[in-house]
């Protein structure tokens, strides 16, 4: 029990104290909340900000796990997001951080902004974790961070809920302090300097049941004296005491794994972090009945590899603003209620991770529009995984995504469906020279198999045969395309797109018709929404805006209805976008169809999403929303007729 007195004289968190007989009386029951900080960087960094210790831990904690990239790890009581961020600078794309100290946290966020880190980190309480059940395949904490509390009841609760948080069978890995070892090697006095300008002193002692042990810690700078005087406990756990605290936490198969012996360079004091016991545990445990109802959906979101070449990009690779859109779709995801998002991005292992998850996946949104290993060509691969293993998914069938890859099949499925189509022809691979040109000039040249502007260039607009020729060459030599090249009546007209969010005939949203606004072009470019304007932040293309397209009623209507019917026509799911241009005479005429369209929060759906209302992370709810309603639907329909086979049997 504390006087009425030491609790008075503990109010103040850096009040300057003499010499004191009894350490543990003076050791508020919420130190913990007050003493990380920027003295704790200070007296701590030769450990807890020594890159090299770091990376070593790291070693051995993913070898002990068995952590793989795509896993998804809780870093609880993260700090400044040492662990996490070596995490993510190992590629692993799914962690979070999660620390009771806004000081710790705002440091972690800036340091993952500034190196382009994909970690997500929280404020939080361990012993309430903001997190749904079943959210992570492991979690961690690490670094001597638990055992703080005051209670032995709350280190409890923090066990019961990882356990919660644990996917069934996740693994928990603690890192704490050798107790038996600390009763019996701390250092009751010493002293040490930090850097020129600071030093500290400390004092040691066990608790009255020598459970804890007590420190003060008195920093001091060589000019303004003392800044700090500040006391906590921590809890002194052996193997067995732990042990048995997960066993009641009803955590299994718990085990130790080793010893650390942390060395520092100033190799001096290193208190509680001196020796250090490794134990696992695991989460053997069912889906929770939360999870069961269907009230919290794990979605897993299948993207592009970013390890990978992909050609379609400038570099061949991910860019920063690449893994900037990947982290405002992470960013946004993350804030709508009711779903635990998870990530999966490494292709070589994607039929193995869907095939362990998929009885814990609800949903599959796919916006892995790079392809699979991304090869444009095989974006339809992962839908049909996706069918194959039987996970409900979002967007289009691969009949659709391979429909709509072929710009010729297109042109014929609406010259069928009397939708007007630009005059075209297709050049063989094999074909050198050809005898007469079928349509007057201007022509542009299109990869008739591609997406994302590949192979479109302001010079793939041609005037004459010359020109035409050097376009199919390049399209050939510079681009690597040997596939069958499309050339096409080049519409001077309005340039537009038209997106759809739901599922025609029944829920669907049209979202206004937006156009390309080339108004700040130079004149002699052609005004073509190509490659230069996507990619090439240099181009004058770059200045191009989307704007809303002012149309006739009866031409929007028209629009509309076409679009309206092709969605069905080519079996689109959730949501479509189609692109369109005016002729001379001011009859629009339909270009492409693109299933699965880009879902980046500048790209032209959100553009005409920010038109109707819709913020960025509303239209993505609205896309997993409509996949919802049409499972749903389907699940109705077949149950229905299975219900009918059964009663006429």
Not at 34 to 54: K, S
Not at 87 to 103: C, E, M, P, Q
Not at 337 to 360: A, C, P, Q, V, W
Request: glycine share 6%.
């Amino acid at each position: 029990m504390i006087s009425g007195k030491n609790r008075d004289q503990k109010k103040g968190i850096n009040e300057i104290l003499g010499p004191v007989e009894d350490l543990e009386s003076y050791v508020r029951a919420d130190w913990w909340k007050h003493i990380f900080n920027a003295n704790y960087l200070r007296t701590d960094g030769d450990v807890v900000q020594d890159e090299v210790i770091t990376k070593d831990e790291m070693d051995r904690f993913i070898s002990i796990m068995g952590i793989e990239k795509n896993s998804s790890v809780l870093d609880l009581c993260c700090g400044q997001g040492r662990h996490s961020l070596e995490l993510a600078k190992r590629g692993f794309i799914n962690v979070t951080g999660l620390d009771r100290s806004h000081y710790l946290v705002t440091k972690a966020r800036a340091t993952a902004k500034k190196n382009g880190h994909r970690v997500m980190f929280k404020e939080g309480d361990a012993r309430k974790l903001p997190f749904p059940d079943d959210t992570f395949d492991f979690v961690m904490l690490l670094g001597n961070s638990f055992g703080y509390f005051e209670s032995l009841h709350d280190d409890l609760q923090v066990l019961k809920e990882i356990r919660r948080v644990l996917m069934p069978w996740g693994k928990l890995l603690i890192d704490v302090s050798d107790g038996p070892y600390l009763k019996q090697n701390f250092e009751p006095r010493s002293w040490e300097w930090i850097d020129n300008k600071y030093f500290v002193c400390r004092e040691r002692s066990l608790s009255k049941h020598k459970d804890r042990l007590i420190s003060r810690e008195v920093i001091t700078h060589v000019k303004k004296g003392i800044i700090s005087d500040q006391f906590y406990a921590e809890r002194l756990y052996s193997f067995e005491t732990l042990g048995n605290l997960l066993f009641r936490a009803d955590l299994s198969d718990i085990t130790s794994h080793t010893e650390i012996f942390t060395r520092s360079k100033r190799n001096q004091d290193l208190g509680m972090m001196a020796k250090r016991i490794v134990i696992s545990a695991i989460a053997k445990k069912e889906r929770s009945a939360l999870k069961q109802k269907g009230t919290i959906k794990t979605i897993a979101v299948l993207m592009g590899d970013p390890r990978r070449m992909d050609i379609v990009k400038p570099e061949a690779s991910f860019d920063d603003d690449d893994h900037h859109t990947i982290n405002e779709l992470k960013k946004e995801l993350s804030r709508i209620e009711g779903y635990n998002f998870i990530y999966m991005d490494r292709h070589e292992n994607l039929i193995d991770d869907l095939r362990r998850s998929k009885d814990r996946i609800d949903l599959a949104l796919n916006l892995c529009d790079e392809g699979f290993f991304n090869d444009a060509s095989k974006e339809l691969h992962v839908p049909a995984i996706l069918e194959v293993l039987k996970i409900n998914y979002s967007g289009g069938t691969p009949q659709c995504l391979s429909y709509c890859y072929d710009k010729s099949l297109i042109r014929g499925v609406a010259k069928e469906m009397d939708i007007p189509v630009p005059k075209a022809f297709l050049i063989k691979p094999d074909d050198t020279t050809f005898i007469e040109l079928l349509i007057d000039f201007p022509v542009i040249v299109k990869p008739n198999f591609g997406d994302s502007s590949f192979g479109i260039t302001k010079d793939n607009v041609c005037n004459d045969i010359e020109a035409l020729e050097n376009a199919i060459t390049n399209a050939r030599d510079k681009f690597g395309y040997n596939k069958p090249i499309l050339v096409e009546q080049f519409l001077t007209g309005k340039d537009m797109t038209l997106g759809i969010i739901g599922n025609p005939p029944g829920s669907y949203k049209v979202l206004p018709i937006i156009e390309e606004d080339y108004s700040m072009l130079p004149a002699d470019l052609p005004k073509i929404c190509g490659y230069e304007a996507k990619w090439l932040p240099a181009s004058p293309y770059w200045q191009v805006r989307s704007v809303q397209a002012d149309l006739p009623e009866d031409t929007k209507h028209f629009m509309i209805a076409s679009c309206l019917r092709l969605f069905e026509r080519l079996e689109c799911r959730d949501y479509a976008r189609f692109d369109w241009r005016m002729d001379r005479n001011n009859t629009p005429r339909l270009l492409e169809v693109n299933p699965n369209p880009g879902w980046c929060w500048d790209g032209h759906l959100a553009k005409m999403a920010a038109m109707e209302g819709l913020s960025y992370g509303q239209m993505l709810r609205e896309i997993l929303k409509a996949s919802e309603q049409r499972i749903a639907y389907s699940n109705v329909i077949r149950a229905s007729t299975e219900h009918k086979k059964a009663h006429m049997n």
